[in-house]
């Protein structure tokens, strides 16, 4: 039989199968980076397909921390509580639920806010210059990462992935290089 249908455990969460939805931002969110009936219907769906875990898009622990500002934010109580339903819903039909928490960096497009990065650099063209971050920037940051985390754990989520890739800030601390994401993906 295929190992595919058959459980597996990553620590100490176990999935009933080994089919794992990656995050992928939908861009369906409100300014205010709540979630809607869409990533009810979206997420639900999926577990009721079968997936063992489920990955939630890339949400921002701040609101300049978001890719767009049509994706999640997890950085106040009311997105948390919203997204708790979610949860509920897809763990209801067997699925485990992570989410990617994420800070965008100098890759953020939310014009309503300033971005941040480790230097005063922008990404391409195509982006803003992004203000360089103080080390009391750098607390605030590590401050939303570790809030979101809570909020996500006090929602239900049963494991947290945290967004340290594709050119966002965790990648820009980690790497001087200017990591292009093929844009037929719409760099996400
Ligand atoms: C529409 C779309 C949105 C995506 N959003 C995210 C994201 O929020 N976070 C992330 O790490 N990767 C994101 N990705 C990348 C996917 O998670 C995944 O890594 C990529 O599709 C390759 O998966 P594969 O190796 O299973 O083909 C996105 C991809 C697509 C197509």
Known sequence: ????????????????NRIVMAPMCMF?????GMPNHFHDTHYTTRAVGGAGLII?????????????DKDLGIWNENQAEKLSKIVE??????AKMGIQLGHAGRKSEVLSEDCIA??????SERYRNPKEMTKEDIKTV????KDAAKRADKAGFDTIELHAAHGYLIS??????PIN????????
Request: glycine share 8%; proline share 5%; aromatic share 8%.
């Open 1 to 16: 039989m295929s190992k595919l249908f058959t459980t597996m455990k990553l620590k100490n969460m176990e999935l009933k």
């Open 56 to 68: 939630m898009e890339a949400t921002g622990v701040e609101n300049r921390g978001r890719i767009t």
């Open 118 to 123: 480790p230097s005063a650099i922008a990404f």
């Open 89 to 94: 819903a897809c763990h209801a039909f067997g």
């Open 142 to 145: 590590i401050t939303a990462f």
């Open 172 to 177: 820009e601390f980690l790497s001087p290089l």
């Open 28 to 32: 369906c969110s409100d300014l205010n």
């Open 181 to 188: 994401v093929p844009m037929n993906m719409g760099g996400i």
